[in-house]
């Protein structure tokens, strides 16, 4: 399970200078931190069989490290529903993640290699059955550089991660411009609280929409002229 909550900046200079901030460093205790370049590529079939069951496959390749090939569930329920100023940016998805060696996605070959996940086994068969045996394509894409950041904050482990560059899909592209607080171990609490704590002090707002999400608005925003 992935739960995780995401806010957009204005710009990378605002989202950098968070992590820089004294108050930033005093609040929270750093573990470690790490910047990597990712490249993703988005998968479906030619009918969308995937994006009809709100489910998404990923290629994810990291310059020297193997592949990761993901498939998340929209997600199955709101963590928060707070009011108003709409602190819609927090989510729970299933999530599972396979790291090989192969550049292409092999939907059997996951299927197993997935098999002694947390995350319930038969969700991921019941997307992923359909399209055994079928063709996938690449829909869409996503670059951009991440700087993760790890560490504890009121008793939980978080990977605060700064996200900077581009949905890209049907030849349109939008900027990638976000943090994502994601739940390592711990309660669920302190994230909102981090969130929460973040916007008092920044220029930014809660993001509901994932990057795969916007790929794929662009994708109909080009179908619709």
Known sequence: METELKLSFPDPETLYAVSDEPWFRKTVEIRSEKTEEYENRYLDTKDRILDKSRTSMRIRHVLGQEYIHTVKTTPAMPISDL??????????????????DRPEFDVDFFLREAKDSKDPYEILAAALVPVSGKELETVCKTAFKRHTITA????????ICLDTGSCIASERSCPICEMEIELISGDVAPVEELGLLIREHADCKPLAVSKYARCLMLMRENENG
């Open 152 to 159: 504890e904050f009121l008793g939980s482990t978080v990977e």
């Open 83 to 100: 009011s108003a100023e709409g602190f819609s940016g927090l989510t729970s998805k299933c999530e599972w993640n396979v790291s090989t």
